[in-house]
């Protein structure tokens, strides 16, 4: 890792932006580090023992705390909560910096407030500001962003949360303005949630899922079973390749429906840098689950086809057989007379 070249994201790459501390050599440290830099930041290191940091990028300077706090206005704070600790003993060298809390806690509700809220209760001389913590290391290393570039930000401090706004755009990240410094404690839940765009999806789905079963429960079983025919042989197979189909069918419509609602909005208020709907705009961010969702059941239904010409072919094979066996002895009697 240490001789990794670093290829530069901007066209105006020799002219350096703003010098970056780093508190914390960690794997997700060294990653920012190594982002900064392609970005066209010059970045240093705070560590507790400079001489012993090792894997870092060879761009970087290593300092100790004080001193890298010294030469910069922007310290990214990527340290756990029960190490803020030290910051205390830097109030006179962090007063009127810029601090960002990239942390993240083990399990939601993990502490009463928020790792910033913390943050700025250790150092109130300084402009704390929650961002970053939405990004994993090995995105940052892979600059595979896809899934994660998003990052959520918020800050007491207006001046500064616009500052990191720029630096993240820098980096190629979209940043989202979260507001005030309360809203830390959401954004640092957000990566504990399981699958946290995958619920809507799959509980329509589901929803779905049910009413057609039931509907064709009604028409087929229940009908035929009026008429003193037992079909319930056809739940297995049939009415679940009547299913797959169905629901598929009508997930893909949800993937596109709210692409037509949010163009009539637009077309009506005349504009769109408007923001939408709250529940449109959850509905868009879902879009890419629900395709899947569908394309699961599409397949399901392509399976199932496949099945029941075999389930046909076993069941003619049974009937041959048994007609086989009745018409034996009948045969043999012929034989013998």
């Given at each position: 890792m240490g001789t990794k070249v670093m290829i530069p994201l901007c066209s105006d790459f020799s002219e350096k932006r703003d010098k970056i501390c780093i508190f914390g050599t960690?794997?997700?440290?060294?990653s920012l580090g190594y982002k900064f830099l392609q970005s066209g930041y010059s970045v240093i290191f705070g560590s507790r023992n400079p001489g012993e940091s090792s894997l870092l990028?060879?761009?970087a300077e290593v300092l100790s705390h004080t001193e890298a706090a010294q030469k910069c206005s922007v310290i990214i704070v990527a340290v756990h909560r029960e190490h803020y600790g030290f910051l205390k003993?830097?109030?006179?060298?962090?007063?009127?910096?810029i601090l960002v809390d990239v942390s993240?806690?083990?399990?939601?509700?993990?502490?009463?407030?928020s790792n910033a809220e913390y943050l700025a209760q250790v150092v109130p001389m300084a402009s704390i500001v929650k961002a970053l913590n939405t990004v994993s290391a090995w995105a940052l290393q892979s600059g595979n962003l896809d899934a994660s570039r998003q990052v959520f930000v918020c800050s007491d401090d207006n001046k500064a949360k616009q500052q990191i706004m720029d630096m993240v755009r820098a980096m190629g990240l979209t940043p989202q303005?979260?507001?005030?410094?309360?809203?830390?404690?959401e954004i640092e839940d957000y990566p504990l949630q399981l699958f946290p765009m995958w619920?809507?999806?799959?509980?329509?789905?589901?929803?779905?899922?049910?009413?057609?079963?039931l509907y064709c429960v009604i028409g087929d079983i229940i009908y035929n079973a009026v008429k003193d025919k037992d079909v319930s042989y056809y739940l297995m197979v049939t009415i679940a390749n009547r299913i797959f189909p169905v629901v598929s069918?009508?997930?893909?419509?949800?993937?596109?429906?709210?692409?037509?609602?949010?163009?009539i909005i637009q077309l009506y208020r005349g504009t769109k840098y408007s923001r939408f709907p709250d529940w449109l705009d959850r509905w868009m961010l879902c879009r890419k689950q629900l395709g899947l969702v569908a394309l699961s059941y599409?397949?399901?239904h392509a399976i199932y086809t496949l099945v029941i010409p075999i389930r046909y072919s076993v069941r003619h094979r049974t009937e041959m057989f048994i007609i086989n066996q009745v018409m034996s002895p009948y045969e043999e009697e012929s034989l013998t007379t």
């Open positions: 960690g794997d997700f440290g060294r990028p060879r761009a003993e830097l109030g006179d060298v962090l007063q009127g910096k993240n806690n083990l399990k939601i509700n993990q502490y009463p407030d303005d979260k507001g005030s410094l309360v809203a830390a404690k619920r809507l999806p799959v509980s329509s789905c589901a929803g779905l899922t049910v009413l057609v079963f069918l009508m997930l893909l419509a949800l993937c596109y429906l709210p692409g037509v609602f949010a163009a599409a397949f399901l």
